[in-house]
């Protein structure tokens, strides 16, 4: 069966996280939206759109307004495309008053219709979030995923290689757990994988010697996080003194990795004594999110030296 996320499950997740009151429709608590139905919405959550309706309808302000300004054969024909439409549910948020016509559109094609006295902007955050968590495909990785200078990152690599050793001593330097072992992936968008832990594992590694340690007990609360984007892959990798020679100097070790059809940036560390990883897995998120930004250091020193270069000519 595919994956499917409904109107009840919405509810009964965000009712006190997001003010939602059920205002009509009570009865399409089973209305739900699938991963294959998507391409027949907009998108996944989003303000009011008649034409091609997102899953979740989002009306504020400004969708009343516009509403409000139609005449009213226009504003009936919209109000009734938005009620029996693709969408699953339709919000009105801000603490706005909630149109009688709406309220009766909900009950006759049941849709559920909710209220809500947060903004749009909230909404959207929270349920796109849900919503595509809810629909994308899943996959589970081998090894720990952190939250390491504001980016998610995988620690990956061959069993025994070290990785629950430098998650321990990455959390120590102030960074936080997600996963340790087998974090879950999914897709929340076409370029986006966002990583978790299962509810079970959660705040719990395992470190050899040691057995299972309580990560949120011995560091505190702010040493565990619930999920990230994932943005870098760190391969630690045991290499021979051949393999450590043939080795790019000037470019490092980066490549990408496709992960349910997202490629994702990697990088592979070799494992040797002496070298402080946890030091060079901050430095190498750190250049990570340089790069993103479009600089590179081993271009910006070949520039220098071609610069250097001519100017030595003249």
Known sequence: MPPSVNAQTLFDAYRKRLCLQWRGGLSGGDRSVTASALRNVGTLVGYLNPVRPHAVQIIGRNEIDYLEALGRNSYRDTVERLFSGTAFAVIVCDGLKMPPDFIEAAERTQTPLFASDLSGAVLIEHLQYYVGGGLGDKVVLHGVFMEVMGAGVLLA????????????????????????????????????????????????????????????????????????????????????????????RLEGSYRTQTILGVEVPEVILPVAPGRNLAVIVEVAVSNHLLMRNGYNAAQDLIERQRRHMSASET
């Open 157 to 248: 690599g061959p069993s025994g290689v070290g990785k629950s050793e430098l998650a321990l001593e990455l959390i120590s330097r102030g960074h936080r757990l997600i996963a340790d072992d087998a974090p879950e992936f999914q897709r929340m968008s076409p370029d986006i994988i966002a990583g978790s832990c299962p509810e079970l594992l959660r705040g719990f590694m395992e470190v050899r010697g040691l057995g299972i340690l309580n990560i949120r007990s011995i560091f505190g609360e702010n040493a565990v996080k619930r999920a990230k984007y994932l943005r870098l892959i760190v391969n630690l990798q045991q290499m021979s003194e051949q393999e450590l020679q043939q080795l790019d």
